[in-house]
């Protein structure tokens, strides 16, 4: 598949890999059984939809005590105060999915592989393939692929896709099937490879 493979292969042998490796051994800390744990880390993916993932690290970080206790109006306040682009919108998708935080252990223990993520798209305001892909990554899952812009734009670059107008969810599980191919040849995860590929295009390793 071009040089992509040859790119990622050189890049594991720099100081890169010693600090994916790291931050995927962080995903896997969450406790899965937690509800508490996986719904601040569910409030994190709703946040970063379509925002600087760096700025959401910082939001998350000051107002996640916040998520499970306050109401609509003073958390879409909050965000708006620390520079959130969707405040409105984003706090009602945080406090409506509230009442989704104490099924999140069950579904991530009980559910198959697409199982999991169909539950997260269909019962989750806010949440999408990429988004509930990007969840589980999160929470230690490896074999889901998070296909962002980021992601379509570096895939596009090296001819292995022609960038779709709109991302189905057929679509969206056909570029799932060729970074699989790709981390096959790499020796990687799906969630090793996000990162590489994260990397690549922005310098920056990150969640």
Known sequence: MNDLPSTINNLKHSDTQRKIYQRIQEFKTIDTHSAEELFKELCFCI??????SERTIH???????????ETKKTLSKKL???GYRFP?????????????KDNLPFIIHTLDHEGRRDWLAENIPGIG????????RNIGFDDYAIIDFHILDILERYHLIKKPKTLTVKKYKEIEQVLQTIATQTNLTLAELDLYLW????????K
């Open 80 to 82: 708006r105060q620390h």
């Open 47 to 52: 946040l970063t939809a379509n925002f600087d």
């Open 59 to 69: 939001i998350h970080g000051k107002l996640h005590p916040c998520f499970c206790t």
């Open 199 to 206: 990397y690549i295009e922005t310098g920056k390793i990150l």
């Open 129 to 136: 393939y990429k988004e509930a892909s990007h969840f589980l």
């Open 88 to 100: 409105n919108t984003r706090a009602t998708y945080i406090v409506q999915s509230i009442a989704q």
